[in-house]
Protein backbone atom coordinates (compact mmCIF):
# COMPACT_ATOMS: atom_id res chain seq x y z
CA UNK A 1 0.00 0.00 0.00
CA UNK A 2 1.37 3.32 -1.37
CA UNK A 3 0.57 5.82 1.34
CA UNK A 4 2.01 9.00 0.65
CA UNK A 5 4.90 7.73 -0.78
CA UNK A 6 6.00 7.99 -4.75
CA UNK A 7 3.61 5.72 -6.69
CA UNK A 8 5.33 3.87 -9.90
CA UNK A 9 3.86 4.33 -12.88
CA UNK A 10 4.43 2.04 -16.22
CA UNK A 11 4.13 -1.64 -17.16
CA UNK A 12 7.18 -2.91 -15.34
CA UNK A 13 5.52 -5.90 -14.48
CA UNK A 14 3.16 -6.31 -17.71
CA UNK A 15 4.81 -9.78 -19.13
CA UNK A 16 3.83 -11.14 -15.43
CA UNK A 17 0.41 -9.85 -16.16
CA UNK A 18 -0.19 -11.22 -19.12
CA UNK A 19 0.85 -14.85 -17.95
CA UNK A 20 -1.63 -14.34 -15.52
CA UNK A 21 -4.23 -13.86 -17.89
CA UNK A 22 -3.72 -17.14 -19.46
CA UNK A 23 -3.15 -19.06 -16.54
CA UNK A 24 -6.60 -17.61 -15.64
CA UNK A 25 -8.21 -19.00 -18.54
CA UNK A 26 -6.48 -22.33 -18.23
CA UNK A 27 -7.28 -23.00 -15.11
CA UNK A 28 -11.28 -21.44 -15.28
CA UNK A 29 -11.75 -22.70 -18.77
CA UNK A 30 -13.84 -20.13 -21.49
CA UNK A 31 -17.03 -20.60 -20.09
CA UNK A 32 -16.23 -20.37 -16.24
CA UNK A 33 -14.19 -16.78 -17.13
CA UNK A 34 -17.49 -15.85 -18.94
CA UNK A 35 -19.58 -16.63 -16.22
CA UNK A 36 -17.81 -13.42 -14.40
CA UNK A 37 -19.33 -10.86 -17.50
CA UNK A 38 -20.90 -8.70 -15.16
CA UNK A 39 -18.63 -7.10 -12.65
CA UNK A 40 -19.51 -6.07 -8.87
CA UNK A 41 -21.78 -3.65 -8.81
CA UNK A 42 -20.51 0.08 -7.46
CA UNK A 43 -23.87 0.33 -5.40
CA UNK A 44 -23.65 -3.25 -3.77
CA UNK A 45 -19.89 -2.34 -2.31
CA UNK A 46 -20.13 0.93 -1.43
CA UNK A 47 -19.19 1.52 2.07
CA UNK A 48 -20.46 5.38 4.05
CA UNK A 49 -19.01 6.75 7.14
CA UNK A 50 -22.49 6.61 8.83
CA UNK A 51 -22.39 2.24 8.46
CA UNK A 52 -21.53 0.43 11.18
CA UNK A 53 -17.53 -0.37 10.63
CA UNK A 54 -18.13 -4.24 11.37
CA UNK A 55 -20.85 -4.79 9.99
CA UNK A 56 -20.67 -2.77 6.75
CA UNK A 57 -17.08 -4.87 6.41
CA UNK A 58 -19.13 -8.16 6.76
CA UNK A 59 -21.34 -7.01 4.59
CA UNK A 60 -18.75 -6.11 1.74
CA UNK A 61 -17.33 -9.48 2.18
CA UNK A 62 -20.16 -11.24 1.78
CA UNK A 63 -21.08 -9.79 -1.70
CA UNK A 64 -17.34 -10.23 -2.91
CA UNK A 65 -17.48 -14.08 -2.00
CA UNK A 66 -20.86 -14.36 -3.52
CA UNK A 67 -19.32 -12.42 -6.68
CA UNK A 68 -16.82 -14.56 -6.84
CA UNK A 69 -18.72 -18.30 -6.87
CA UNK A 70 -16.99 -18.99 -3.09
CA UNK A 71 -20.66 -19.98 -1.30
CA UNK A 72 -19.29 -22.09 1.45
CA UNK A 73 -16.77 -19.34 2.27
CA UNK A 74 -17.22 -17.08 5.42
CA UNK A 75 -14.83 -14.31 5.71
CA UNK A 76 -14.22 -12.68 9.56
CA UNK A 77 -13.23 -9.32 9.60
CA UNK A 78 -11.02 -7.37 11.49
CA UNK A 79 -8.62 -4.02 11.88
CA UNK A 80 -5.21 -3.71 13.27
CA UNK A 81 -1.71 -1.45 12.69
CA UNK A 82 -0.16 -3.02 10.22
CA UNK A 83 2.67 -2.01 7.06
CA UNK A 84 0.52 -3.58 4.33
CA UNK A 85 -2.94 -2.90 3.53
CA UNK A 86 -4.31 -6.47 4.73
CA UNK A 87 -3.49 -9.94 4.87
CA UNK A 88 -5.47 -13.17 5.24
CA UNK A 89 -5.04 -16.86 6.36
CA UNK A 90 -5.17 -19.25 3.53
CA UNK A 91 -6.47 -22.12 6.52
CA UNK A 92 -8.45 -24.97 5.17
CA UNK A 93 -11.55 -22.96 5.51
CA UNK A 94 -14.56 -22.73 5.76
CA UNK A 95 -14.10 -19.87 7.76
CA UNK A 96 -11.30 -17.18 6.91
CA UNK A 97 -9.50 -14.40 8.73
CA UNK A 98 -8.82 -11.32 7.43
CA UNK A 99 -7.26 -8.25 8.58
CA UNK A 100 -7.62 -4.66 7.53
CA UNK A 101 -5.24 -1.91 8.13
CA UNK A 102 -6.18 -0.17 10.45
CA UNK A 103 -6.42 3.12 8.33
CA UNK A 104 -9.20 1.83 6.39
CA UNK A 105 -11.39 2.81 9.58
CA UNK A 106 -11.33 6.59 8.39
CA UNK A 107 -11.09 5.43 4.77
CA UNK A 108 -13.90 3.08 4.46
CA UNK A 109 -14.77 4.04 1.04
CA UNK A 110 -11.71 1.93 0.11
CA UNK A 111 -12.26 -1.07 2.33
CA UNK A 112 -14.11 -3.16 -0.88
CA UNK A 113 -10.78 -2.97 -2.56
CA UNK A 114 -8.80 -4.38 0.02
CA UNK A 115 -11.49 -6.63 0.86
CA UNK A 116 -11.61 -8.00 -3.04
CA UNK A 117 -7.70 -8.45 -2.70
CA UNK A 118 -8.04 -10.62 -0.14
CA UNK A 119 -11.18 -12.52 -1.17
CA UNK A 120 -9.28 -13.61 -4.30
CA UNK A 121 -6.50 -14.84 -2.73
CA UNK A 122 -8.71 -17.21 -0.83
CA UNK A 123 -10.30 -17.72 -4.10
CA UNK A 124 -7.06 -18.83 -6.02
CA UNK A 125 -5.63 -20.97 -2.73
CA UNK A 126 -8.90 -22.94 -3.27
CA UNK A 127 -8.26 -23.35 -7.36
CA UNK A 128 -4.53 -24.63 -6.28
CA UNK A 129 -3.81 -21.26 -8.43
CA UNK A 130 -0.14 -19.85 -8.13
CA UNK A 131 2.39 -18.09 -9.16
CA UNK A 132 6.09 -19.02 -7.61
CA UNK A 133 7.27 -15.68 -5.70
CA UNK A 134 5.61 -13.09 -3.57
CA UNK A 135 5.74 -10.65 -6.04
CA UNK A 136 4.74 -12.52 -9.19
CA UNK A 137 1.81 -14.41 -6.85
CA UNK A 138 0.52 -10.82 -5.69
CA UNK A 139 0.21 -9.97 -9.33
CA UNK A 140 -1.70 -13.09 -10.00
CA UNK A 141 -3.53 -12.10 -7.35
CA UNK A 142 -4.23 -8.53 -8.78
CA UNK A 143 -4.57 -9.21 -12.24
CA UNK A 144 -7.06 -12.46 -11.27
CA UNK A 145 -9.10 -9.95 -9.45
CA UNK A 146 -9.68 -7.09 -12.07
CA UNK A 147 -9.96 -9.77 -14.40
CA UNK A 148 -13.14 -11.46 -12.99
CA UNK A 149 -14.66 -8.03 -12.03
CA UNK A 150 -13.54 -6.60 -8.91
CA UNK A 151 -10.35 -5.05 -9.90
CA UNK A 152 -11.98 -1.50 -10.54
CA UNK A 153 -12.50 -0.93 -7.25
CA UNK A 154 -8.32 -0.87 -6.42
CA UNK A 155 -8.00 1.37 -9.28
CA UNK A 156 -10.69 3.43 -7.81
CA UNK A 157 -8.56 3.27 -4.57
CA UNK A 158 -5.86 5.01 -6.74
CA UNK A 159 -5.31 8.88 -6.05
CA UNK A 160 -2.44 11.25 -6.13
CA UNK A 161 -1.92 15.12 -5.83
CA UNK A 162 1.07 17.15 -5.41
CA UNK A 163 0.99 16.37 -1.62
CA UNK A 164 -0.29 13.03 -1.56
CA UNK A 165 -1.01 9.49 -2.45
CA UNK A 166 -2.81 6.71 -2.26
CA UNK A 167 -2.51 3.08 -4.02
CA UNK A 168 -3.34 -0.40 -3.16
CA UNK A 169 -2.00 -3.39 -4.62
CA UNK A 170 0.92 -4.24 -6.28
CA UNK A 171 -0.01 -3.65 -9.78
CA UNK A 172 0.70 0.07 -11.12
CA UNK A 173 -1.77 2.18 -12.30
CA UNK A 174 -1.92 1.60 -15.64
CA UNK A 175 -1.45 -2.10 -15.43
CA UNK A 176 -4.87 -2.14 -13.61
CA UNK A 177 -5.90 -0.09 -16.23
CA UNK A 178 -5.08 -2.40 -19.09
CA UNK A 179 -6.02 -5.45 -17.15
CA UNK A 180 -8.96 -4.01 -16.98
CA UNK A 181 -9.65 -2.51 -20.54
CA UNK A 182 -8.74 -6.19 -21.83
CA UNK A 183 -11.98 -7.50 -19.32
CA UNK A 184 -13.66 -4.43 -20.92
CA UNK A 185 -12.71 -4.88 -24.54
CA UNK A 186 -13.75 -9.14 -24.11
CA UNK A 187 -17.37 -8.26 -22.32
CA UNK A 188 -18.27 -4.93 -23.93
CA UNK A 189 -18.25 -3.14 -20.53
CA UNK A 190 -17.17 0.58 -19.54
CA UNK A 191 -16.31 0.94 -15.99
CA UNK A 192 -15.56 4.35 -17.05
CA UNK A 193 -18.60 5.53 -14.98
CA UNK A 194 -17.44 4.11 -12.01
CA UNK A 195 -14.57 5.44 -11.30
CA UNK A 196 -14.99 8.99 -7.97
CA UNK A 197 -10.75 8.99 -8.71
CA UNK A 198 -9.92 11.04 -12.19
CA UNK A 199 -6.48 9.56 -11.27
CA UNK A 200 -8.21 6.57 -11.89
CA UNK A 201 -10.09 7.23 -14.96
CA UNK A 202 -6.93 8.72 -16.62
CA UNK A 203 -4.79 5.31 -15.85
CA UNK A 204 -7.48 3.21 -16.97
CA UNK A 205 -8.32 5.53 -20.53
CA UNK A 206 -4.06 4.78 -20.74
CA UNK A 207 -4.61 0.99 -19.96
CA UNK A 208 -6.89 1.19 -22.91
CA UNK A 209 -4.75 2.07 -25.61
CA UNK A 210 -1.84 -0.19 -24.20
CA UNK A 211 -4.61 -3.00 -24.50
CA UNK A 212 -5.65 -1.90 -28.35
CA UNK A 213 -2.00 -1.70 -29.18
CA UNK A 214 -2.27 -5.46 -28.88
CA UNK A 215 -4.78 -6.03 -31.47
CA UNK A 216 -2.69 -4.55 -33.61
CA UNK A 217 -0.04 -6.34 -34.03
CA UNK A 218 1.36 -8.65 -37.01
CA UNK A 219 0.48 -10.74 -38.37
CA UNK A 220 -2.70 -9.71 -37.44
CA UNK A 221 -4.80 -7.55 -40.26
CA UNK A 222 -5.13 -4.99 -37.79
CA UNK A 223 -1.39 -4.21 -37.92
CA UNK A 224 -0.39 -0.58 -38.64
CA UNK A 225 1.93 0.57 -41.66
CA UNK A 226 5.58 0.65 -39.55
CA UNK A 227 4.32 -2.84 -37.77
CA UNK A 228 3.47 -4.85 -41.15
CA UNK A 229 6.80 -3.29 -43.11
CA UNK A 230 9.08 -4.89 -40.17
CA UNK A 231 7.20 -8.16 -40.69
CA UNK A 232 7.60 -8.50 -44.22
CA UNK A 233 11.34 -7.69 -43.65
CA UNK A 234 11.30 -10.11 -40.83
CA UNK A 235 9.38 -13.00 -42.61
CA UNK A 236 11.60 -12.89 -46.25
CA UNK A 237 14.80 -13.41 -43.49
CA UNK A 238 13.35 -16.05 -42.34
CA UNK A 239 12.12 -17.48 -45.30
CA UNK A 240 15.62 -16.94 -47.18
CA UNK A 241 16.85 -18.97 -43.79
CA UNK A 242 14.67 -22.07 -44.31
CA UNK A 243 15.75 -21.79 -48.00
CA UNK A 244 19.23 -21.98 -46.72
CA UNK A 245 18.68 -24.93 -44.18
CA UNK A 246 16.93 -26.64 -47.38
CA UNK A 247 19.77 -26.21 -49.52
CA UNK A 248 22.03 -28.60 -47.60
CA UNK A 249 23.60 -25.92 -45.03
CA UNK A 250 25.56 -28.38 -42.65
CA UNK A 251 24.96 -25.99 -39.83
CA UNK A 252 20.99 -25.82 -40.28
CA UNK A 253 18.31 -27.83 -38.57
CA UNK A 254 14.97 -28.49 -39.56
CA UNK A 255 13.85 -27.93 -36.04
CA UNK A 256 15.65 -24.75 -35.35
CA UNK A 257 13.62 -21.39 -34.74
CA UNK A 258 14.15 -18.34 -36.86
CA UNK A 259 13.50 -15.12 -35.26
CA UNK A 260 11.88 -11.59 -35.49
CA UNK A 261 12.65 -7.96 -34.63
CA UNK A 262 13.87 -7.20 -31.37
CA UNK A 263 10.65 -6.42 -29.62
CA UNK A 264 9.03 -8.62 -31.83
CA UNK A 265 5.91 -10.42 -30.46
CA UNK A 266 6.19 -12.81 -33.05
CA UNK A 267 8.56 -15.74 -34.02
CA UNK A 268 9.33 -17.61 -37.50
CA UNK A 269 9.95 -21.23 -37.48
CA UNK A 270 10.32 -23.83 -40.07
CA UNK A 271 8.12 -27.04 -40.60
CA UNK A 272 9.21 -29.77 -41.71
CA UNK A 273 6.04 -30.89 -42.88
CA UNK A 274 4.58 -28.07 -44.29
CA UNK A 275 5.38 -24.23 -45.16
CA UNK A 276 7.10 -22.16 -42.88
CA UNK A 277 4.93 -20.94 -39.50
CA UNK A 278 4.63 -17.75 -37.19
CA UNK A 279 3.66 -17.91 -33.70
CA UNK A 280 2.18 -14.75 -32.01
CA UNK A 281 0.25 -13.92 -28.68
CA UNK A 282 -3.30 -14.12 -28.66
CA UNK A 283 -4.55 -10.53 -28.04
CA UNK A 284 -7.73 -11.72 -25.72
CA UNK A 285 -5.45 -14.42 -23.52
CA UNK A 286 -1.91 -14.28 -24.20
CA UNK A 287 -1.70 -18.16 -25.14
CA UNK A 288 0.80 -18.44 -28.61
CA UNK A 289 -0.74 -18.93 -31.63
CA UNK A 290 1.54 -21.06 -34.68
CA UNK A 291 -0.06 -20.77 -38.19
CA UNK A 292 1.44 -21.39 -41.48
CA UNK A 293 3.18 -18.42 -43.66
CA UNK A 294 0.44 -18.37 -46.46
CA UNK A 295 -1.03 -15.28 -46.61
CA UNK A 296 -4.47 -14.49 -45.31
CA UNK A 297 -5.42 -16.56 -42.88
CA UNK A 298 -8.71 -17.04 -39.98
CA UNK A 299 -7.07 -18.12 -37.18
CA UNK A 300 -9.47 -19.47 -33.45
CA UNK A 301 -7.49 -19.68 -30.17
CA UNK A 302 -8.29 -22.70 -28.84
CA UNK A 303 -8.22 -21.29 -25.22
CA UNK A 304 -10.37 -18.39 -25.05
CA UNK A 305 -12.03 -18.97 -29.01
CA UNK A 306 -11.30 -15.94 -30.39
CA UNK A 307 -11.23 -15.33 -33.97
CA UNK A 308 -8.06 -13.95 -35.65
CA UNK A 309 -7.56 -12.47 -39.00
CA UNK A 310 -4.07 -12.77 -39.94
CA UNK A 311 -2.01 -11.85 -43.01
CA UNK A 312 0.76 -14.11 -42.57
Not at 86 to 97: D, H, I, N, T
Not at 171 to 193: H, I, N
Request: hydrophobic letters at 35%; one cysteine or more; a positive charge.
Amino acid sequence: MANGGPVKHGYPHLETVRAAVTALYKRLSYDTVHTFAASVAPADVAFCDTDDLYLGAQRVARELVRHFRLPDARMIVSFREMEHAASVELAAGPEYFIELNDRFRTHRRDIGAALAHEVMHVCLHRLDLSFPGTRDNEILTDTATTYLGAGWLLLDAYREDASSSQKLGYLTPEEFGYVLAKRSLVFGEDPATWFTSPQAYTAYTRGLERAREDERQPPLTAAGWAGRRRYAKDRRHAQGRVVGTASGSASGSAGAGTGASAGASYAFAPDGRGPLRVSFPCPTCHQRIRVPVRGRVRARCGLCRTVLECDT
